[in-house]
């Protein structure tokens, strides 16, 4: 069983090293390329302001925060859920600073992710398959035919779950190719074992062209 978990974040700012924190956090579940109904999904209060330009791509205010959860309360949980996955990002350094950041507030490993987690960074992915294309999640989504028509703001939750849908559509041809290379194998197999298995018919020569192969090789 292949289990994915597609992640993405909402901000406080663009910069970590400017003290910006997580505000939201969300994922959704893939189990052998089968988008599962498994979620989730947490608003965090930031204790911190959020920044004009932020708020005017997410469309979350501090107001909304007041009574959410600080980050370290939603850890454990959040951790649980992505136990024993590959991890889907679009992005990954800019997701990964952000949550390794909140590790280190919390006590954490900062470098958790990568000694725990494969990442799959989307991004590095699509800029390998399209080169010289535009290859943010909108761009994405138009390319591919996944319908992002409800994206007014970024949100985590809906943000991950359109990235479900675009990494699926973006790495299908090689499923289709592994797949066509296990049927093929499987048919050179089947040959195999039938030729293996067929009843070996075994022709001696007589004497006198035994005797006629030796002159042969004598003149």
Request: glycine share 6%; proline share 2%; with cysteine.
């Amino acid at each position: 069983m292949k289990r994915l978990i597609v992640l993405d974040t909402e901000t406080t700012g663009l910069d970590v090293n400017d003290g910006h924190r997580i505000i939201e956090l969300g994922c959704v579940e893939i189990i052998d390329r089968n988008i599962t109904s498994n979620r989730f999904h947490k608003y965090i209060n930031p204790k911190r302001g959020i920044d004009e330009g932020a708020q005017s791509v997410h469309g979350i205010s501090n107001e909304m925060l007041e009574n959410k959860p600080e980050f370290r309360s939603i850890i454990d949980e959040f951790l649980l859920f992505i136990k024993n996955s590959t991890l889907v990002i679009h992005n990954a350094p800019f997701d990964l600073g952000f949550l390794s950041s909140e590790f280190i507030i919390c006590g954490k490993d900062k470098n958790y992710f990568e000694q725990h987690h494969e990442i799959l960074d989307t991004l590095t992915i699509s800029r390998k398959q399209y080169p010289g294309k535009r290859n943010s999640l909108d761009a994405l989504c138009s390319r591919l035919e996944v319908d992002n028509t409800d994206r007014n703001f970024h949100g985590a939750l809906l943000d991950a779950n359109l990235l479900a849908n675009v990494y699926l559509k973006m790495t299908r041809g090689q499923t289709t190719l592994s797949m066509d290379e296990k049927e093929e194998h499987a048919n050179l197999t089947e040959i195999e074992e039938e030729i293996t298995g067929r009843d070996q018919i075994i022709i001696k020569a007589d004497n006198d062209e035994i005797e006629a192969h030796n002159n042969y090789f004598k003149s």
